[in-house]
């Protein structure tokens, strides 16, 4: 796996392969190039020329100089190509200045001014393994004055724009995935694969297509796009980018400033939304979300996801760690998945780890339905989970449904008890959720693009939504602020910590806090039962009404 980490400008090779002449001077495929209409694509330079960068094709070698040239304003030329006799295939190639060498002296009358100056800059490429061409010389010094603001155009360039809006118009509808790729260096090949000489790589590795990221028509040009803009206007935007050895895309994460910021304040508790992945869509987007001082969701960072296992989850989490300085939050919610567990417990060991209980009781209907008596089966779990105020109660309402409905063999419940510690209400007292999860029975949740995301989202289209969802969220969060303000709030008690939380919460919190404050009234025979320096725990009884009938429930609070 090769980990590209990208907070500037990333390269991509976004369309069809070409043909080139027999110079090399063919026409370039994948550039940031002037419009018909005279804009430019904001832009910053591509990578410098370096030796061991490595590429698919001679034409690819060669787009690759012309861009860097095109940036830096100057034009190439193939000044030398060197070929196997027999074969007549070049193996070797020496891309110069368009300024290169001198022309010879022309007897004409009105001979046409000399423009050549002996430059020296240059690259050299070599074919390697019969399939790839790396550059072993490298010279970028030149010996005339080169700007981009010279507004030439030099003939490679030239070529450059005409092959561009050629792409735009094609004749027949482009129906092919594209593959987004990274100009590595032979150095990175060898690392990432465990072999030391680079020349071994043929034929030792084929790329699985199937645990790639499949961009369609426009889909790369749309998120390369984003990249851009989104760095250039959002200087603290992180993202990270996760090839394969052979190129194609596999795992991109991002975060802009605003998520940045924010974890710094909600980084309790943090829910990992797999929703896109658990139902198949097309997108495969993977988001981290928490819950800010209005109980609003927040966004934490999101990505896509290339294959849902093990690895690519690892990889993701890392990436969203490495974005958040490495602070881990103390809680981690996320759906009942197998791969999720063993990724959460690697990279997030010190987190408290719970399964989401919207998400479980969902699968009910999916995983129980087509059982005799599912109405009786649904009702008394749900009375299990929802309504036991002791863990004895859960134990014993379950144990009741599992031999009332002879469910010893179902291996879906089986998984659930022996998970139990990890979603099931009574036994997640002492975690906190922020709020964040829903754990009454007429609760829901929402994802935090729900509405913005389908079944058939492209990237493209979730690119282009991406802003409107943030800025939606965004002037929900600044509405509530403005409320908070601006709201008195009604005391119904006269402690004086309700007057001072009124004045510390904001609305939505302190309406909240107000509910427990009333549940206090039912509590009675409060009584100590170990103190631990500064925490001290307390039995508390309370009276509460279940179905009609009112119980005594005892809990545990620190």
């Known amino acids: 796996m090769e980990e590209v980490c990208l907070n500037s400008e990333p390269v991509f090779d976004m369309v069809d392969e070409y043909e080139g002449d027999g110079e090399g001077e063919g026409d370039c495929s994948a550039m940031e190039h002037d419009d018909e209409t005279g804009s430019k694509h904001s832009k910053k330079e591509p990578p410098l020329p370096t030796i061991g960068l490595e590429f698919d094709s001679f034409d690819e070698a ?35 200045c368009s300024s290169a060498g001198f022309k010879k002296k022309s007897e004409a009358n009105n001979p046409r001014p000399e423009t050549r100056t002996g430059c020296p800059a240059m690259v050299v490429i070599r074919l390697v393994d019969s399939k790839r ?95 851009c803009r989104m760095k250039l206007t959002n200087p603290n935007f992180f993202y990270l980018m996760d090839f394969d050895d052979d190129g194609p895309l596999k795992n991109v994460f991002w975060a802009d400033a605003r998520s940045r910021a924010a974890y ?36 934490l960072g999101c990505g896509f996801l290339g294959h849902k296992s093990v690895e690519y989850f690892v990889w993701i989490f890392r990436a969203w760690l490495k974005c958040m300085l490495g602070h881990q939050p103390q809680v981690i919610v996320t759906d009942q998945c197998k791969s999720l567990q063993i990724a959460v417990s690697e990279v997030f060991p ?55 409905h002879g469910l010893g063999d179902n291996k879906w419940l089986q998984t ?26 007429n609760e829901s949740l929402n994802a935090f693009f729900d509405g913005y995301v389908h079944k058939h989202t492209s990237f ?48 939505e919190i302190f309406d909240k806090f107000q509910s427990e404050v009333e549940g206090m009234y039912s509590c009675f025979n409060t009584r100590q039962v170990t103190a631990n320096g500064p925490i001290i725990t307390y039995i508390v009884k309370e009276r509460v009404e279940i179905e009609g009938n009112e119980k005594e429930a005892c809990f545990e609070r620190s």
């Open 62 to 96: 060669y787009d690759f100089y012309n861009i860097y040239a095109k940036e830096q304003g100057f034009g190439i030329r193939v000044s030398n190509s060197w070929f196997r006799t027999k074969k007549k295939e070049r193996y070797r190639a020496k891309l110069s």
């Open 133 to 227: 061409w790396r550059i072993v010389e490298v010279e970028l010094e030149h010996n005339h004055q080169v700007s981009p603001q010279i507004k030439r155009f030099y003939k490679s360039h030239k070529k450059m724009i005409l092959a561009a809006r050629k792409a735009r118009l094609p004749t027949e509808p482009v129906t092919e995935i594209h593959t987004i790729k990274l100009y590595r260096t032979a150095a990175m090949d060898a690392v990432s694969n465990g072999f030391s000489n680079v020349s071994e790589r043929e034929g030792i590795h084929q790329p699985d297509h199937s645990k790639h990221l499949e961009l369609k028509e426009g889909d790369a040009y749309a998120v390369y796009n984003f990249f």
């Open 264 to 299: 710094g304040y909600f980084s309790d508790t943090v829910a990992i939304d797999t929703t896109c992945l658990t139902n198949k869509y097309e997108l495969p987007l993977i988001s981290f979300v928490g819950v800010n001082h209005h109980g609003q969701s927040v966004l």
């Open 350 to 404: 010190k987190a408290r780890h719970c399964f989401c209980l919207w998400y479980i009781m969902q699968r009910v209907p999916e995983k129980l339905g087509g059982l005799r008596g599912f109405e009786e089966i649904k009702r008394q779990l749900n009375k299990a989970v929802y309504n036991s105020l002791k863990i004895i109660e859960f134990e014993t309402s379950w144990t009741e449904m599992i031999k009332k």
């Open 416 to 441: 659930l008890y022996e998970e139990r510690k990890q979603w099931v209400p009574v036994y997640l007292k002492d975690t906190f959720f922020s709020g964040m999860i829903p754990i009454r029975e």
């Open 460 to 507: 493209k289209e979730f690119v282009d939504k991406y802003d409107l969802a943030l800025y939606r969220k965004h002037l929900k969060e600044a509405t509530a602020d403005v409320q908070s303000k601006n709201s008195s709030f009604e005391l119904k008690t006269r402690c004086n910590f309700e007057v001072q939380l009124s004045k510390a919460y904001t609305k």
